[in-house]
Each structure stands twice: as structure tokens, then as C-alpha cells.
């Protein structure tokens, strides 16, 4: 967890690829910890070398209405000197494999902050379609940012 709450903060204070804009506490991803489990709709995978925490993809609740139960929302984030080298690849298609598995997660929504060519790369290569773009749906750092919503549809 506090691997996890480090990369996390280091987008947080350093970058718009996150929306979260505060910085989080062991605590906070403590209670973060408990909404997953190893079948469902909300899963977590760990990327590790060497022993070491480098990443996650999760699966997430995408909006509190509870027709939106069915859709989950994806989130992947790396440690900054571990991107770039397929690590990505290899969690978010562990997570997508699972959401396949799955048997009630039906769409997977990935949100991502433009531009971000790593995570819109990523998301083409695991078969996300564009659902289309928040036009400046975002404030952070004193501009708006678009957000591109890509949605994979599970094929059942
Ligand atoms: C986005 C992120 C998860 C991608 O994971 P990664 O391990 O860096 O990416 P991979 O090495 O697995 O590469 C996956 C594909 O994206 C491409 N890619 C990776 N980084 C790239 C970059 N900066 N620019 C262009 N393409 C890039 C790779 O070349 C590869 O495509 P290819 O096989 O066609 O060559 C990772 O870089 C990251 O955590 N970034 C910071 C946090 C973030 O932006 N999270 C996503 C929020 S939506």
C-alpha cells in the first residue's frame, strides 16, 4: 500500500493524467484496498520486479447509479522509471483478461487525460474503442483538459 500510495501521489502533485488533485494517505488507500476482490467486477494486479511494487491496474466502480453497475471503470498506473519497458501491457491485459472472465462486468471504461500517448497507445493495443472526448472536462493546474473515453466491450 504505500508503494502504491507514492505512485499514485508522484501523478498527483506532478501531473494532469490524474484528476485526483490531493495528495492521498496510507489510510485513504487502506480503505481503497477493501472494495476488491480475486472474482467481480472490481479486481486489482499488482506489476512487481524484483521484489518490488512498480504498478497496478484496477477495475473500479464507474458511477454511483446503480444502472452503471455492469460497466467498470480502469485505472493503471506505473512508477515513473518503470514505463515504457511492456510492463504496462502486461497488468492491463491481466486485468482485461479477468474483466473477461468475469461474469457480470459487461463494458470497461478508460478515461484518459489528453494528450497521453503512452495510455492512448495502450488502450488501441488492448482493442478499447474512442467512445468520444470531454471537451475540457477537467480543471488542474490552473487549465481545462480534454478527456478521451475509450470503452471496451467485452463481446458478451
Ligand atoms: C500509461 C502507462 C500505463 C503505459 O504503460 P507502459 O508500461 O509505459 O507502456 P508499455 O511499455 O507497455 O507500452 C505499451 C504501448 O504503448 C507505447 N508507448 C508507451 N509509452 C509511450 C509513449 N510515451 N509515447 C508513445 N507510445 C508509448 C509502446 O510503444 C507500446 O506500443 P507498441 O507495442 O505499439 O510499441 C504508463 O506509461 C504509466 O503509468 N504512465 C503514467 C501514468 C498514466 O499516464 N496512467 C494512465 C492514466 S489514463
Known amino acids: 500500500m504505500p508503494a502504491l500510495r507514492d505512485i499514485l ?6 501531473s494532469v493524467v490524474t484528476f485526483e488533485m490531493v495528495e492521498l494517505s496510507l489510510e485513504n488507500r487502506k480503505t481503497w484496498f477493501t472494495q476488491f476482490s480475486e472474482t467481480g467486477r472490481y479486481q486489482l494486479f499488482i506489476a512487481e520486479e524484483a521484489g ?9 466502480r464507474f458511477h454511483q447509479r446503480p444502472a452503471y453497475a455492469p460497466s467498470v471503470m480502469s485505472s493503471i498506473y506505473l512508477h515513473p522509471d518503470h514505463t515504457g519497458k511492456g ?3 502486461k497488468v492491463y ?3 482485461m483478461e479477468n474483466m473477461k472472465l468475469a461474469e457480470d462486468v459487461h463494458r470497461v471504461y478508460g478515461l484518459v487525460v489528453l ?4 495510455s492512448e497507445r495502450l488502450h488501441e493495443k488492448l482493442g478499447f474503442q474512442v467512445a468520444g472526448v470531454l471537451n475540457e472536462g477537467g480543471y488542474k493546474f490552473g487549465d481545462y483538459h480534454d478527456v478521451r473515453m475509450y470503452e471496451h466491450r467485452l463481446g458478451k
Open 52 to 60: 518490488e511494487v512498480v504498478g497496478y491496474a484496477a477495475s473500479l
Open 9 to 14: 501521489n508522484h501523478y498527483i502533485l506532478n
Open 93 to 95: 491485459t491481466e486485468l
Open 115 to 118: 494528450p497521453n500517448p503512452g
Open 87 to 89: 510492463i504496462g501491457e
